[in-house]
């Protein structure tokens, strides 16, 4: 649906923000997985879903990352969208400037996925 209809993602995971009643429940459930504020930024998954485990869902973000800017999904919007201007800055900045792939390769998120593996 989102390659169909959107010509920019924010993909996050659920991040208790410290303080809030979220984060309390989790923190008594034994659900958070680090205490390192520099990851509560909606990009890195700090706590551990129900469902699936923290790698996984990090893997899964990071994948529906790259498919969305792909270089063909980014040029059927450059063809598609009518704002052609905004598609093709969204273009240049993920193929030219490798925009996502230096958050997805940074070693900040490296770092983070072989943690998520150790603790899943």
């Given at each position: 649906w989102?390659?169909?209809?959107?010509?920019?993602?924010?993909?996050?995971?659920?991040?208790?923000?410290?303080?809030?009643?979220?984060?309390?429940?989790?923190?008594?459930?034994?659900?958070?997985?680090?205490?390192?504020?520099?990851?509560?930024?909606?990009?890195?998954?700090?706590?551990?879903?129900?469902?699936?485990?923290?790698y996984k869902l990090q893997k899964t973000?990071?994948?529906?990352y790259k498919d969305f800017y792909s270089l063909k999904n980014s040029l059927k919007r450059l063809i598609k969208y009518p704002n052609r201007k905004t598609a093709a800055g969204i273009l240049v900045y993920h193929h030219v400037f490798r925009g996502m792939n230096k958050v997805i390769n940074s070693p900040q998120t490296q770092s983070h996925l072989e943690f998520l593996k150790s603790v899943s």
């Open positions: 989102i390659n169909q209809n959107l010509d920019s993602v924010q993909l996050s995971p659920p991040t208790p923000l410290p303080g809030s009643d979220f984060y309390d429940s989790m923190k008594e459930q034994g659900r958070i997985l680090t205490e390192d504020w520099s990851l509560y930024d909606c990009q890195h998954v700090v706590m551990r879903p129900k469902h699936i485990s923290p973000i990071i994948e529906m």
